[in-house]
């Protein structure tokens, strides 16, 4: 089974598991190496297990970072 976080990226996969030593941000709390996760900061904010639970799914922020890196984030949601 998949290891996906808020936004839907498998954090088994993600490069930056093994490049920044990254937990996940279910782990970390959405502190991640660049600062914090506005995705999860938001899912916080509104008690939600992810992303794809929210009544505005996909919102244009997890677009636009689909769009940048991951694509495939908002399809693996919708499979939650």
């Given at each position: 089974?998949?290891?996906?976080?808020?936004?839907?990226?498998?954090?088994?996969?993600?490069?930056?598991?093994?490049?920044?030593?990254?937990?996940?941000?279910?782990?970390?709390?959405?502190?991640?190496?660049?600062?914090?996760?506005?995705?999860?900061?938001?899912?916080?904010?509104?008690?939600q297990?992810?992303?794809?639970?929210?009544?505005?799914?996909?919102?244009?922020?997890?677009?636009?970072?689909a769009?940048?890196?991951?694509?495939?984030?908002?399809?693996?949601?919708?499979?939650?």
């Open positions: 089974m998949a290891n996906y976080s808020i936004c839907g990226i498998d954090c088994d996969l993600c490069r930056f598991k093994t490049e920044q030593n990254c937990k996940g941000c279910k782990t970390i709390k959405g502190n991640v190496f660049w600062g914090e996760c506005d995705l999860y900061k938001c899912n916080s904010q509104k008690n297990e992810h992303c794809g639970k929210c009544s505005q799914f996909p919102c244009n922020t997890l677009k636009e970072w769009s940048s890196e991951n694509p495939e984030r908002i399809d693996n949601l919708r499979k939650l």
